[in-house]
């Protein structure tokens, strides 16, 4: 059974910095496919925030590009999402996610996923 395990949220003032990881079992880990954070804020859709494929090509949400970074060490089989300058609507709970299968481009939606953390809640206040 492939897990993911989030780790790093936290409370933070407004303007500040977190640094999420994700560790995958090793024996569902896979290089090949796409690797991704979601969000989810309390009574809103689940929304892809970053995105990294098989190339470590990375993609962003229009709301995060430039303030956080995914990345990605094979050899831990870790994931990481590198937030600054957040803000009070980056509140949410962050899920890692993971495709089953392999894809040229990482695809947006989150109902091509197939695997899933726990989450680690973010809470950013003013």
């Known amino acids: 059974q492939v897990q993911l395990v989030e780790s790093g949220g936290g409370s933070v003032q407004a303007g500040g910095s977190l640094r999420l990881s994700c560790v995958v079992s090793?024996?569902?880990?896979?290089?090949?496919?796409?690797l991704a954070w979601f969000r989810q804020a309390a009574g809103k859709e689940r929304e892809g925030v970053a995105y990294?494929?098989?190339?470590?090509?990375?993609m962003y949400s229009h709301s995060v590009k430039g303030r956080f970074a995914i990345s990605k060490d094979n050899a831990k089989n870790t994931l990481y999402l590198e937030m600054n300058n957040l803000k009070v609507d980056d509140t949410a709970m962050y899920y890692c996610?993971?495709?089953?299968?392999?894809?040229?481009?990482?695809?947006?939606?989150?109902?091509?996923?197939?695997?899933w953390g726990q989450g680690t809640q973010v809470t950013v206040s003013t």
């Open positions: 996610a993971r495709t089953r299968d392999s894809f040229a481009s990482c695809p947006r939606g989150k109902d091509s996923f197939n695997f």
């Open positions: 090793s024996y569902s880990y896979s290089t090949s496919a796409c």
């Open positions: 990294i494929d098989k190339y470590d090509k990375t």
